[in-house]
C-alpha cells in the first residue's frame, strides 16, 4: 500500500533517469565517432544525431555543440540535465520513500551536472564528464538495489527504467534499420557505434563474436532473453513488475499487466526472420505503441482513478 | 583558559566567556579542543559540514528571477552552544509549566470562556484576534491537548537569565535542524562529545509519533497517522519530508487526501485509506477551504468537518494561535497563575500594550530604546529595532502605532547573548537564541536539546532564517561534572 502520488512519483524517477543514462550514451557515442576522419565515421555520427532526434543530422551544425545541448540544453524537454532535474525533483518530493543512500546519489548526480562548473567541466572534457554520469547513475540504480526494500515502490521505478528502456532502444533500432539511413549498414565503425549506444558491444561480442551484422544486431537488441538493454529482457520485466502490482486487486479490463503480458509474449514468439521478413518497422511501432498504452493504463489504474469506485468496504 | 584578546567583550551575556574573561565551565572542554585545532582545520571541519547538508538536501529555496530557485542550505555554525544540566533543568519545568497552562487556557477559550469572564483576559483581546477561531466552540479535544507541537523562543538577558520571547503554537519548525545539526556535530567534535555527557535529542520522532497516537487513541486502536504538507515548494518541506521518513508515515498532500461521509482517506495504489490523524504542517487558513480560505487548495474540502465530526484528529488543533498572539502574551504570567495557581518559572520580557493609551505614549516617547513588533507578523517581519533604527523610519512606526495601536506591542531592547561562532576564519561572538521543542498529547515531554538560532550579522539581534540568520547545535549537559575518558585524539566516531 503507498500514496498513489507516490507511485507515478517513483515511476517517474525510473523514467528519467533512464533518459538521462540513455542520452548520454548517444551524446558520447557521437563525439566518439567524429573523431575518425572516415566516411563510416561520417556515418556512425550521423546514425547517432538522428537517434538523438537532431532534425539536420546531415546539416552543418557541429557535433560538439549538438552533444554539448544535448547535455545542458533547459529548453529541450528530454535533455540530460532536464532529465535529471525532474529525477530529482521527483524524487524530493518522495524523500521519505526513498533510502538517503538512494536519494543522496541522485543528489549528488544532480548538483554536479547542474552546478556552475558543469559546462565548464564538460568544455575541456566532455567524454569524462560524459562517462562520469553513466557511472553515477549506474551508482544510482546499485543504490537503490542495494539499500530499497523491493516492493511496491521499488517496482513501479523498475516499471519506468524499462518501460522508458523498451521505446528508447526500439526508437533506435528504428533510427538504424527501418529508416532511408538503415539501409545496408555494413560498415564495421557503424555497426560498433550502434551497439555502443545501446552499451552492448561487449555482450554482443560474447555471444556473436566480432563477426558483426546488422542482422544480429536486431536480433540481439530485439530478442535476447539475458541482455538487459533489449527489448524483450525489458518487456520481460514489464510483465513481471506489473503482474505483482496487479496481483489481489480488483482490475477492470484496463489492467496494464494484461497489455504487458500481451506485448512481452509477442516478443517472446517472434523471431528475427519474421522481422527481417515483414521488416523491422512493424514491431517496433508496435513496441512503442503498447508502451504508450501501458502508460496510460497504469495511471489510470493506480494513480488517477475515480474515487467512487475505489472506497474500502 | 581564558578569553582570547581578539574576542570581542560586548555588553551581552556571553555563553562561554564569564564577564571576568575566564572560560564557563560548560565550555571548558570544548574550549580546550578548539585550541588544539589550527585555524585552517576549523576552516575544513566546517567546508565538510556544510557540504554535508548540501548533499543530503537540506536546504530551502530562494526564488529569484528567473523561473528556477536556487537552493541554499541555512548556514550552519561549527560550535555547539553548551547548556549547563542545572539551567536546563530550570528551563524543562518552565517549559512544561507553561504549555500545561496554554493547553487549559486554549480549553477554556474554546469553552466556557471562565477567564474572561474573570476578568483576566480582555474579551475583545481574544475574540477579536484573527488567529481566535469560532469554528473551534465546544469541540472536544483529547487531553486537552490542542498544541501537540511547542517551539518556544527563548532568550538570555544581560544577567543571564532565560526569558521567554515567543511562544510559537501554530505550526513551529526548526526540528529537523536541531536533528542534523547534532548529526553533524557528533562528527565535528566526537572525542569532546562523548567526554561533555551530552543528552540525546535522536528520540524526537518516536516521541512525536507517539503523542500523535495518544490524540487518536480513544477511538482507533491502531491509528494510521500521516503528515500533511503544503508541498515541495514550501521551505520546509525538507523537515517534512524528514519527518514522515524517521516516523515511518506517509507524507501526503492535499491533493492526496479525500473526505467522504466524515471519513478522511488517503489515494493509494490499492483504492482509498482511512487517515485518523494529521500531523499538519499547514496553517489553519489553508486546510480546508470550506472552513477557512475558501482560495486554499493545500487543504482538502470536507477536513473541519470530519474534525467536528470526531473522526480524524488534527494537529496541532486549529485556532492555538489565539494563545500566541503577540498581545496575549504579555498575560501569559497570568494566565498561569489562573489555571495552575503557580508563579511562572520562565519570566516573560517586560511587554507594552499600545492598546493602552498609557504605555502607548510611554511606547511613543522611548522609540530609539525598545523593540515595537506587529501583533499578527511573524518570522521577523513588521518590525522595529529602536536603538538600530533610522530617525525615519521611527517617525514611520510612531505613525503606524498611532493609526492602529491595537495592532503593536513593544519590548525593551534585550541584547541577547552571544556565542562563539566561526566567521570567516575567526571565532567571534554573535547573538543566539533557543528554540527548544515540547510535545504534548497524554503527557508532556521537552526533548533535551534545541535549536540555537544565530544572528549571524555582526551585532544583528534578528536570527530569523528569512532575515539571515543561521543555526548551531545545542547541547544539554546531564550533569555538571564533565566525564574523564577517552581523550580526542584516540576518540572514534
Redesign the interface.
Known amino acids: ?7 507515478d512519483s517513483l515511476y517517474w524517477i525510473g523514467r528519467y533517469v533512464e533518459r538521462a543514462e540513455h542520452l548520454s550514451r548517444l551524446a558520447s557515442v557521437m563525439l566518439n565517432a567524429t573523431l575518425d576522419r572516415t566516411d563510416a565515421g561520417t556515418q556512425a555520427a550521423q546514425l547517432a544525431r538522428a537517434a538523438i532526434g537532431d532534425p539536420e543530422p546531415a546539416g552543418d551544425h557541429n557535433p560538439f555543440e549538438a552533444a554539448r545541448d544535448l547535455v545542458f540544453d533547459r529548453e529541450r524537454s528530454d535533455s540530460v540535465v532536464v532529465s535529471l532535474s525532474r529525477a530529482r ?1 521527483n524524487a ?6 526513498i533510502t ?1 543512500e538512494t ?2 546519489r541522485l ?2 548526480l544532480f ?1 554536479r551536472a547542474t552546478g556552475p562548473q558543469a559546462e565548464h567541466a564538460f568544455n575541456s572534457n566532455a567524454p569524462d564528464f560524459l562517462q562520469e554520469i553513466i557511472a553515477d547513475l549506474h551508482l544510482f540504480k546499485g543504490a537503490a538495489d542495494a539499500t530499497m526494500s523491493h516492493g ?1 515502490g521499488y517496482r ?1 521505478m523498475l516499471t519506468g527504467v524499462h518501460l522508458e528502456r523498451a521505446q528508447l532502444i526500439s526508437r533506435l533500432l528504428g533510427v538504424c534499420f527501418s529508416g532511408a539511413q538503415g539501409q545496408g549498414i555494413d560498415d564495421h565503425l557503424a555497426l560498433v557505434s550502434i551497439l555502443r549506444m545501446a552499451c552492448a558491444l561487449e555482450p554482443y561480442l560474447r555471444v556473436y563474436t566480432a563477426d558483426l551484422h546488422a542482422r544480429n544486431i536486431l536480433e540481439f537488441l530485439l530478442f535476447d532473453e539475458e541482455f538487459p538493454r533489449s527489448i524483450r529482457y525489458a518487456t520481460a520485466r514489464l510483465d513481471e513488475h506489473l503482474t505483482h ?1 496487479s496481483t489481489g ?1 480488483e482490475i477492470g479490463r484496463g489492467d496494464p499487466s494484461r497489455l504487458a503480458g500481451r506485448l512481452n509474449a509477442r516478443l517472446c514468439y517472434t523471431d528475427v526472420e519474421d522481422v527481417e521478413a515483414g521488416g523491422a518497422s512493424a514491431i517496433l511501432n508496435s513496441v512503442e505503441l503498447d508502451c504508450t498504452g501501458i502508460h496510460q493504463a497504469m495511471f489510470e489504474t ?2 488517477a ?1 475515480p ?1 467512487e469506485m ?3 468496504a | 583558559m581564558r578569553r582570547p584578546d581578539d574576542y570581542p567583550v560586548g555588553l551581552a551575556y556571553d555563553e562561554m566567556f564569564a564577564a571576568s574573561g575566564d572560560t564557563r565551565p560548560n565550555y571548558q572542554l570544548l574550549h580546550n579542543r578548539i585550541q588544539t585545532l589550527e585555524a585552517a582545520e576549523l576552516a575544513d571541519r566546517q567546508q565538510t559540514l556544510e557540504r554535508s547538508f548540501l548533499l543530503q538536501g537540506i536546504t530551502f529555496t530562494v526564488y529569484g528571477a528567473g523561473d528556477s530557485g536556487t537552493e541554499r542550505i541555512i548556514p550552519t555554525d561549527l560550535f555547539p552552544r553548551i547548556i549547563p544540566a542545572a539551567e536546563w533543568a530550570k528551563i524543562e519545568k518552565g517549559l512544561i509549566q507553561r504549555l500545561k497552562a496554554l493547553n487549559v487556557f486554549l480549553a477554556d477559550i474554546y469553552g466556557e470562556q471562565k477567564i474572561i469572564s474573570d476578568g483576566i483576559v480582555p474579551r475583545d483581546l481574544i475574540l477579536g484576534a484573527p488567529s481566535y477561531r469560532r469554528q473551534m466552540q465546544h469541540l472536544y479535544v483529547p487531553h486537552n491537548a490542542y498544541v501537540n507541537v511547542c517551539g518556544s523562543d527563548l532568550i538570555r538577558g544581560e544577567n543571564g537569565d532565560f526569558f521567554v520571547l515567543e511562544d510559537n503554537l501554530r505550526v513551529p519548525s526548526g526540528v529537523s535542524y536541531m536533528l542534523a545539526n547534532r548529526e553533524a556535530a557528533r562528527r565535528t567534535f566526537p572525542g569532546t562529545f562523548f567526554q561533555a555527557g551530552v543528552k540525546p535529542v535522536e528520540r524526537y520522532p518516536d516521541l512525536l509519533l507517539a503523542t500523535l497516537k495518544s490524540m487518536a487513541g480513544d477511538f482507533r486502536p491502531n491509528p494510521q497517522v500521516v503528515v500533511l504538507t503544503p508541498g515541495v515548494y514550501n521551505s520546509a518541506y525538507y523537515e517534512h519530508a524528514y519527518l514522515a521518513r524517521l516516523m515511518g508515515v506517509p507524507l501526503v498532500e492535499g491533493r492526496d487526501l479525500a473526505v467522504h461521509d466524515d471519513l478522511v482517506y488517503m489515494r493509494t495504489t490499492a483504492g482509498l485509506r482511512r487517515v485518523d490523524v494529521i500531523y499538519r504542517r499547514v496553517d489553519d487558513d489553508f486546510i480546508d477551504p470550506l472552513a477557512f480560505r475558501r482560495d486554499s487548495s493545500l487543504g482538502v474540502a470536507g477536513l473541519f468537518n470530519a474534525y467536528r465530526a470526531g473522526k480524524v484528529v488534527i494537529c496541532n488543533a486549529p485556532g492555538t494561535g489565539v494563545a500566541d498572539d503577540k498581545a496575549v502574551y504579555a498575560y501569559v504570567p497570568a494566565i498561569i497563575k489562573y489555571y495552575l495557581d503557580e508563579d511562572e518559572i520562565l519570566p516573560n520580557v517586560k511587554t507594552f500594550l499600545c492598546r493602552n493609551p498609557s504605555e502607548l505614549s510611554h511606547v511613543l516617547a522611548n522609540l530609539d530604546k525598545l523593540v515595537v513588533k506587529a501583533v499578527g507578523a511573524s518570522g521577523g517581519y513588521g518590525m522595529l529595532v529602536g536603538p538600530h533604527a533610522s530617525a525615519a523610519e521611527r517617525a514611520e512606526f510612531a505613525q503606524a502605532l498611532k493609526a492602529d495601536p491595537d495592532n503593536y506591542i513593544a519590548q525593551p531592547t534585550i541584547q541577547l547573548s552571544t556565542a562563539p561562532c566561526l566567521v570567516d576564519g575567526h571565532i567571534e561572538p554573535r547573538h543566539v537564541d533557543l528554540r527548544p521543542f515540547i510535545l504534548s498529547g497524554d503527557k508532556v515531554v521537552v526533548t533535551p536539546g534545541a535549536l540555537t538560532r544565530v544572528a549571524l550579522k555582526r551585532g544583528s539581534l534578528v536570527v530569523n532564517s528569512s532575515q539571515g540568520g543561521g543555526s548551531k547545535d545545542t547541547w544539554v549537559l546531564s550533569d555538571d561534572a564533565p566525564r574523564t575518558g577517552r581523550s580526542e585524539e584516540e576518540a572514534a566516531p
Open positions: 500500500m503507498m500514496l498513489a502520488r507516490v507511485a525533483e524530493r518530493q518522495v524523500r521519505d520513500q538517503t536519494w543522496e543528489n549528488l548538483l511496491e513501479f502490482l486487486r493506480f494513480v482513478y474515487l475505489r472506497l474500502p
